[in-house]
């Protein structure tokens, strides 16, 4: 059997440490050379397969590929495109085929979250459906951490550690202000849907700080959390509220919304912080102060979570070796044995059942009060912060890698997306 | 000369930093137990002082007086409290004084910025104008940086490598979005009146980074600023811009303001970063993204400057250094002796030169566009955000000390703030 070409590319929201499964994916390639001939990146995801601008990653240099490893954000761009059915664009799945064709790839490498997940299974299909052979194999990520199977989404655990550290260090800060100036300190994370992240700040309530937090699984009560705002005032002097940008009122409205939408067509969200720091101003007249952490978050790669980025690493490796075993339609994911000790392993789930499935906090995982975690809660978290894995740093800044991203030849016409 | 004892304050916002300060005096206090029997704190500042409410740092075990050096905020709390001057409320003096003498104070040290630098000047003139025998040493802190004559001040190091590596990251991470998504990134830094932590950010640009810089320094002048984003997503796919919460317009208004002021009378900023955004949006349409790091930049212990916590722990140690040689009214500086390498050296500056003065951004730091930082501003900046001094981790979380801050027994009836 010749070696034939893979296809790798990045899509929705980056991660600190996508990149990371991005070198174990070329890394573990270049090991099977006999058998992957090289790996072409699609700039900008998918829509680099459909308007055939492929990158040529055998001409970056093993010191690049493996800088990727602590470099966060997508080194070849990604994108927010979700591909229709077959039969609602059927156009875009020729032109894949006829990209996979003129360039001889036999792998698809999708690297992203559950909409992502959704267009690497049309993909698996396309062998059977449209008669060209090609091995889809989905690859995880997902600050949300909301992908099914899988014990945690790689991107998660970094982000998790940041919100967690975030949290306590603020907390500290408006401890020591808290008996002349500010009182109540408002953290806005990620997380439309799942409150994962919002999770990850409950966290620092095991360091004695007295903190709140929102999730979007729980309907927002101004009544009583304004009262539980004003016990942990008067016991501690302060607190601490960490509110999902995804936290909503009982009628589904969001906090706070800014009105637009992404290109998936979800609700563009951020500033729920400013909200609900005045809605506590306006009740106690409590001095605030609040932080939206966006895009800080989850490109931290400066705070990473060590086992996160092992995990990244690792899930790109496997997804190539699956696909050098003959499998088609699955997505690698991480089987957890042990929590304390953290042992975990790489296992496998049908993309059938991943496609589409959004994953939520389970109620166990949220106290009664609706304002923090159980301990089931924390004894899966703490394993995914645990370890750090810092990045080297040049000048007093990390080092990250810029690729050079060549294109390859083109070799077909032009195509309107 | 028996031993007397020392206070010891943190006054005004807290750094990531001032805690290595404190484990500077108390430890310096500690190898001379000959001349200084004890370091009094101030819980919550001077208001400690004023209230007798004195905390026993004899009482700390070594191993958590060395743990400050890790640890962000104020161990012992801060306030917010200006002292008047001695003729507008000579109660507040004598109250002082009646302490000093009750717990045997012969040596005052305070912690903080151009406001408590003016409190350390008054208790240093207390000598001479009240009869009592006390030596005022201040140790510089602020974000800010805008404490004059000191090269720069200890916490704005720190503020400045977790900002530039903030901007860098988030950069990275739109970047990578821009083809279909997000163009734009705000990120709204703290300076309510220099703009020393915006130009942090700037430096981003040495890494290719298209980034616009909005100084408090640089009036605001909508139509300018909106060509200059759209020159740079023109040409980069997408542009960052880090603005200071005190950018404002030639009428003086701030872009954003909370309406709310603290207990000095400044206004309490916090916003101007969803207003740029929205600008550009209604402009251009471009998709954005916004955060404000507020109290996590000032609190982010985990992204230390290296040179940031030497210094911090230098000046600490140089106040007790200084007070046992007799000094009085005096505030430890840093001198830059070199750029590169990076050499610098203790010097001291009078009081009275210090306090109420603001350092602003030099002309020629900011570059002629108004957008930007000079090669001169770089050569600053770049020493001071050199070097990394993690906090040591444990469970996936930096390991922060809250010290049990024993009381004093107290000597002297109440007193009314």
Same mark, same amino acid.
């Given at each position: 059997?010749?070696?034939?070409?893979?296809?790798?590319?990045?899509?929705?929201?980056?991660?600190?440490?996508?990149?990371?499964?991005?070198?174990?994916?070329?890394?573990?390639?270049?090991?099977?050379?006999?058998?992957?001939?090289?790996?072409?990146?699609?700039?900008?995801?998918?829509?680099?397969?459909?308007?055939?601008?492929?990158?040529?990653?055998?001409?970056?240099?093993?010191?690049? $590929?493996?800088?990727?490893?602590?470099?966060?954000?997508?080194?070849?761009?990604?994108?927010?495109?979700?591909?229709?059915?077959? /039969?609602?664009?059927?156009? /875009?799945?020729?032109?894949?085929?006829?990209?996979?064709?003129?360039?001889? $790839?036999?792998?698809?490498?999708?690297?992203?979250?559950?909409?992502?997940?959704?267009?690497?299974?049309?993909?698996?299909?396309?062998?059977?459906?449209?008669?060209?052979?090609?091995?889809?194999?989905?690859?995880?990520?997902?600050?949300?951490?909301?992908?099914? $199977?899988?014990?945690?989404?790689?991107?998660?655990?970094?982000?998790?550690?940041?919100?967690?550290?975030?949290?306590?260090?603020?907390?500290?800060?408006?401890?020591?202000?808290?008996?002349?100036?500010?009182?109540?300190?408002?953290?806005?994370?990620?997380?439309?849907?799942?409150?994962?992240?919002?999770?990850?700040?409950?966290?620092? /309530?095991?360091?004695?700080?007295?903190? $709140?937090?929102?999730?979007?699984?729980?309907?927002?009560?101004?009544?009583?959390?304004?009262?539980?705002?004003?016990?942990?005032?008067?016991?501690?002097?302060?607190?601490?509220?960490?509110?999902?940008?995804?936290?909503?009122?009982?009628?589904?409205?969001?906090?706070?919304?800014?009105?637009?939408?992404?290109?998936?067509?979800?609700?563009?969200?951020?500033?729920?912080?400013?909200?609900?720091?005045?809605?506590?101003?306006?009740?106690?007249?409590?001095?605030?102060?609040?932080?939206?952490?966006?895009?800080?978050?989850?490109?931290?790669?400066?705070?990473?979570?060590?086992?996160?980025? /092992?995990?990244?690493?690792?899930?790109?490796?496997?997804?190539?070796?699956?696909?050098?075993?003959?499998?088609?339609?699955?997505?690698?994911?991480?089987?957890?044995?042990?929590?304390?000790?953290?042992?975990?392993e790489i296992g496998k789930a049908p993309l059938a059942e991943v496609a589409n499935v959004e994953k939520f906090m389970p109620k166990d995982f949220i106290s009664e009060d609706g304002y923090g975690i159980t301990d089931k809660c924390r004894e899966y978290l703490y394993p995914l912060i645990s370890g750090e894995d810092y990045p080297p740093f040049e000048n007093g800044l990390p080092k990250y890698v810029t690729l050079n991203n060549a294109g390859v030849a083109r070799k077909l016409g032009p195509f309107e997306l």
């Amino acid at each position: 059997m010749s070696a034939q070409n893979a296809f790798y590319a990045q899509s929705g929201g980056v991660t600190a440490v996508i990149n990371a499964s991005a070198c174990g994916v070329i890394e573990t390639a270049r090991q099977h050379s006999d058998r992957i001939a090289n790996v072409y990146a699609g700039r900008n995801g998918i829509i680099g397969a459909l308007t055939e601008d492929l990158i040529d990653t055998n001409q970056e240099s093993a010191e690049n $590929i493996a800088a990727l490893r602590h470099t966060p954000s997508g080194a070849f761009g990604s994108c927010r495109y979700k591909l229709k059915s077959l /039969e609602a664009n059927q156009r /875009e799945y020729e032109r894949l085929i006829e990209v996979f064709k003129a360039h001889d $790839i036999g792998y698809f490498f999708y690297n992203g979250g559950g909409d992502s997940a959704d267009t690497c299974y049309k993909v698996s299909q396309l062998s059977e459906k449209m008669g060209y052979p090609v091995q889809a194999i989905h690859v995880p990520k997902t600050v949300d951490n909301d992908l099914p $199977i899988t014990d945690n989404c790689p991107g998660f655990g970094s982000v998790a550690k940041y919100i967690a550290t975030s949290t306590l260090e603020a907390s500290f800060d408006v401890r020591s202000m808290s008996a002349t100036s500010t009182k109540l300190f408002v953290l806005e994370v990620m997380g439309r849907h799942a409150g994962w992240i919002a999770a990850a700040g409950a966290l620092v /309530e095991d360091q004695g700080i007295p903190v $709140i937090t929102l999730f979007p699984e729980v309907e927002f009560d101004q009544e009583k959390f304004l009262a539980a705002v004003r016990a942990k005032v008067e016991r501690h002097g302060y607190c601490t509220v960490c509110v999902s940008e995804g936290c909503h009122w009982p009628d589904g409205r969001f906090l706070a919304e800014q009105g637009t939408r992404d290109a998936f067509g979800h609700a563009q969200l951020g500033g729920a912080a400013p909200v609900v720091a005045n809605m506590v101003k306006e009740a106690f007249g409590y001095k605030f102060h609040w932080a939206v952490a966006d895009y800080l978050q989850r490109a931290a790669r400066h705070l990473a979570s060590k086992s996160d980025v /092992e995990q990244a690493y690792a899930l790109g490796k496997a997804a190539v070796e699956f696909a050098l075993d003959g499998q088609n339609a699955i997505m690698p994911t991480v089987v957890r044995k042990s929590s304390a000790p953290y042992v975990w392993e790489i296992g496998k789930a049908p993309l059938a059942e991943v496609a589409n499935v959004e994953k939520f906090m389970p109620k166990d995982f949220i106290s009664e009060d609706g304002y923090g975690i159980t301990d089931k809660c924390r004894e899966y978290l703490y394993p995914l912060i645990s370890g750090e894995d810092y990045p080297p740093f040049e000048n007093g800044l990390p080092k990250y890698v810029t690729l050079n991203n060549a294109g390859v030849a083109r070799k077909l016409g032009p195509f309107e997306l």
